[in-house]
């Protein structure tokens, strides 16, 4: 078991202990962690779940799990391609085993290298960090400041390690499921196919009540749609409504459990059916982006509206509003 001494985790992200041997790594505001990880012992052999936003949280992500369990990192498994859970495998060595399914591993190659292409270009992230604090010398909605100054702090962490980042593929892949036997604990990595991404992975504890489950979780703030397939996402959630699993950890916000799958439904439902009811009047997609979320979603706007607007934009297109070329 770790010491006390081994639980200060990170500027970036802060370690709570879930049960004996399991950490929930949570990012932290003002860090560059961005997301959500994992550190889970097996008995000989230390599993991580995601890697973070950046080369500096992935090191600290490293540190914090080989201090605690006193071994190198045995294996990161990946849940899902979305470069924020991903980025950070690249300061691991190659003893450390990068795991993802086939289709995370391909979309993760397509990516890349545009991804390495724009880390070079470092005349547009100039251009866009001073764009953002622009914008923040001026903007009055503590919501949207809020997103700004967090924005400004991820570019910034970006910025400095544009000359450094290299992305890791993963050194082995998997389509279904692959069980993992320790002595202390098994652990299920079970692919739920496309939903929230192309292919979303989770980890399950069985024996714990425990299971990570990437951005398949949004808890406490507003889940990213941008990119989905809502239907399957849908399942994907019930899905997990539906398991024996008691404790959750999103990939995004506090450990939480069913009650949070349940309340990430409706926030679905309701923003679909107030944007439908804007699109089915005729509507502009501008008009859509005033509606007001009840509560409790109210509150999950605050830390910028760029994740709403998205949101809005895509169950305004999907139902049918009329897109204008200027929008």
Not at 59 to 68: K, N, P, V
Not at 249 to 276: F, S, T
Request: aromatic share 8%.
């Amino acid at each position: 078991m770790a010491s006390n001494r081994n639980l200060r985790g990170s500027k970036h992200f802060t370690l709570q202990p879930l049960t004996d041997g399991v950490y929930a790594c949570l990012h932290k505001p003002g860090g560059a962690a961005y997301s959500n990880a994992g550190i889970i012992e097996l008995g000989d052999h230390t599993l991580l779940v995601d890697s973070f936003d950046s080369l500096a949280a992935g090191r600290d992500l490293r540190q914090t799990a080989e201090s605690l369990l006193e071994r190198p990192v045995g294996t990161i498994v990946l849940t899902h391609a979305h470069g924020d859970h991903w980025k950070g495998a690249s300061v691991f060595d190659a003893e450390t085993l990068l795991l993802a399914s086939k289709t995370v591993r391909q979309v993760c190659l397509d990516r890349g290298p545009l991804m390495v292409e724009d880390m070079k270009d470092a005349a547009a992230w100039e251009k866009r960090l001073g764009e953002t604090e622009l914008q923040l010398r001026t903007e009055q909605d503590d919501r949207v400041r809020v997103g700004l100054e967090r924005a400004v702090m991820r570019i910034g962490y970006a910025m400095a390690e544009m000359g450094e980042f290299r992305p890791r593929y993963a050194d082995r892949t998997f389509e279904d499921t692959v069980l993992f036997q320790g002595s202390k604990r098994n652990a299920e990595l079970r692919s739920l196919g496309c939903g929230h991404s192309e292919d979303d992975a989770v980890l399950f504890l069985p024996h714990d009540g425990v299971a990570f489950i990437g951005d398949i979780g949004f808890f406490d703030t507003q889940p990213f749609l941008g990119f989905c397939d809502i239907e399957l996402y849908r399942r994907q959630l019930l899905f997990l409504q539906e398991s024996d699993f008691k404790v959750l950890v999103p990939g995004h916000g506090p450990v939480g459990d069913k009650n949070d799958i349940a309340l990430q439904l409706r926030y679905m439902d309701v923003l679909e059916d107030l944007v439908g009811t804007v699109a089915a009047g005729g509507g502009s997609l501008e008009e859509a982006r005033q509606i007001m979320l009840p509560d409790p979603f109210d509150k999950w706007l605050m830390g910028g509206m760029a994740r709403f607007d998205d949101n809005v934009r895509f169950f305004f297109a999907r139902l049918g509003g009329e897109m204008r070329p200027d929008v």
